[in-house]
């Protein structure tokens, strides 16, 4: 079993900044991929960034070139870098890890962006 903490949501005017971070109980080293999904009200989660262990990295859309997903496999830990916050990003973030055929998933954290 493995336990994701996702922390570093908050509330931020339009323009700003946030970064999320997303702590594994195991070593993140073990991970095939690992990522973040959002799910704004009344819409369906959406996949925002992932990065797999060889590094390769994926972003939806809408979020290319101001977000930026890395990890520190020393501390256990992924990272969301959140730039240029639009109303539109307010959702709840979703941390996930996929161990094997596990999928793992955080228990959430809000970003409200305010315009």
């Known amino acids: 079993q493995v336990q994701l903490v996702e922390s570093g949501g908050g509330l931020v005017q339009a323009g700003g900044s946030l970064r999320l971070s997303c702590a594994a109980s195991r070593t993140i080293l073990a991970i095939s991929v690992m990522g973040w999904y959002r799910q704004a009200p009344g819409k369906q989660r959406e996949l925002v960034a992932s990065i797999a262990s060889g590094g390769t990295t994926n972003y939806a859309d809408s979020v290319k070139g101001r977000f930026t997903i890395s990890r520190d496999n020393a501390k256990n830990t992924g990272y969301l870098q959140m730039n240029s916050l639009k109303a539109e990003d307010t959702a709840i973030y979703y941390c996930?890890?996929?161990?094997?055929?596990?999928?793992?998933w955080g228990q959430g954290t809000q970003v409200t962006v305010s315009s």
């Open positions: 996930y890890a996929r161990y094997g055929i596990t999928t793992y």
